[in-house]
């Protein structure tokens, strides 16, 4: 039984729910649900508050599904440390949504804010609207970002998505902001609209997939390799395929130009941009 979670609060005070997640409701009571603790403001109160909870009243959410429902812009870390199960919202959502988790998926059918999926290690975040800043990102004063997993944001995303990411896909449908990939330590960023400025800087391995139709300026810490089909690319592809991601594609057949950086640390970085060549920033 799927518990639902109908937010009804009216207040510009930021709501916190961090630690209610799937595996957490199995197997409570909707008497038990309504009292878990939310922080609104510096305040700890009954979540009963601030959402009506629908459900099974004697088993909780048993196949660890939960839906939140209304205008979420201003409820924060749904999802967050979730280890299972399913997080399903009906509406926009707010800052650090999926931050470090482990497992299951979230699928939010509006838009996300900041830190979406921060420092994720595993799982599945499908945001169809927009995303803010920092989507996959490492908290300040943190080594690593997203250590695995996949996040596809449909829309637009901010600045500095996958900022010291480690491992994992993220995987941008319209346009992405400035500092894509900054410091990026490993794996996969795929951005299908227009990308901000200095793309890839600061990174030391890992994947940037340019796919827009304009051509962006590179960073002058960055070469060029070679033009080829780029077998990797057309996995990924598929895979985002596979999810229903949508896409060009014709972005399976071509070819894409290499560019290797950041220059400035170890070089492995690549840079991959649809058969043509970039110029570079001055």
């Not at 596809?152 to 491992?167: F, K, Q, T, W």
Request: hydrophobic share 40%; glycine share 18%; net charge neutral.
């Amino acid at each position: 039984m799927t518990i639902t979670l109908t937010y009804r609060g009216d207040t510009t005070v930021p709501v916190e729910v961090e630690g209610l997640t799937p595996e957490w409701v199995a197997g409570k009571t909707l008497a038990e649900v309504e009292r878990f603790e939310v922080f609104h403001g510096n305040r700890n109160i009954p979540l009963a508050e601030l959402f009506s909870v629908f459900g099974d009243s004697s088993g909780g959410a048993s196949d660890l599904q939960l839906e939140f429902c209304g205008d979420l812009s201003g409820v924060h870390w749904i999802g967050a440390r979730m280890t299972t199960g399913t997080v399903r919202v009906q509406g926009d959502a707010g800052w650090h949504l999926g931050s470090q988790m482990r497992g299951g998926e979230i699928i939010v059918d509006g838009n996300a804010g900041d830190w979406l999926g921060a420092e994720m290690h595993k799982g599945f975040i499908r945001v169809k609207g927009n995303a803010g800043n920092l989507t996959g990102a490492a908290y300040r004063g943190s080594q690593k970002g997203m250590t695995g997993g996949m996040i596809l944001v449909d829309g637009d995303a901010g600045n500095e998505i996958g900022h010291s990411m480690r491992r994992g896909l993220i995987a941008i449908g319209g346009s992405a902001g400035a500092m894509l990939g900054y410091n990026m330590i490993a794996g996969t960023i795929a951005v299908f609209g227009s990308c901000g400025v200095r793309p890839g800087a600061g990174m030391r391995r890992g994947t940037l997939a340019l796919l827009g139709q304009k051509t962006p300026q590179l960073l002058p810490t960055f070469r060029y390799s070679t033009t080829y089909r780029a077998p990797g690319m057309a996995l990924m592809l598929k895979i985002l395929r596979d999810r229903g991601f949508r896409f060009d594609e014709g972005l399976l057949k071509t070819e894409y130009s290499l560019y290797h950086g950041d220059l400035v640390g170890t070089g492995l970085g690549e840079i991959l941009i649809p058969g043509r060549e970039c110029s570079l920033v001055s």
